[in-house]
């Protein structure tokens, strides 16, 4: 089992590099009126909102926020795995 946790270990991987290529993709082809790229990577908070953003980056949001929360689930799943077999 012990082997299996390092494998386990891609799944976030894979998670983030989808949200940190949708935010890319969102930040330089889809920006909205009035942002810059500067501005999306000092007010990350801007990420959160679809308004943000071209109505022609709706699916590359949407990827964006499955990939965030695809990473935080699956991250917990294995930080607990770890924790279970690590005793």
């Known amino acids: 089992m012990e082997a ?3 494998v386990l270990g891609i799944i976030p991987v894979g998670f983030w ?3 940190a290529v949708s935010a890319l993709e969102l930040a330089t082809q889809h920006a909205g009126e009035g942002h810059t ?13 679809s308004e943000n ?3 022609s980056g709706a ?14 689930l699956s991250a917990g799943g294995v930080a607990g795995l770890f924790a279970i ?3």
């Not at 790229?37 to 909102?49: R, S, T």
């Open 17 to 19: 590099l989808l949200a």
């Open 53 to 55: 953003f071209a109505p």
């Open 37 to 49: 790229l500067i501005d999306y990577g000092f007010k990350g908070h801007l990420f959160f909102n």
């Open 4 to 6: 299996l946790i390092p």
């Open 59 to 72: 699916a590359a949001h949407k990827r964006m926020g499955i990939g965030m929360a695809g990473f935080v």
């Open 85 to 87: 077999f690590a005793v």
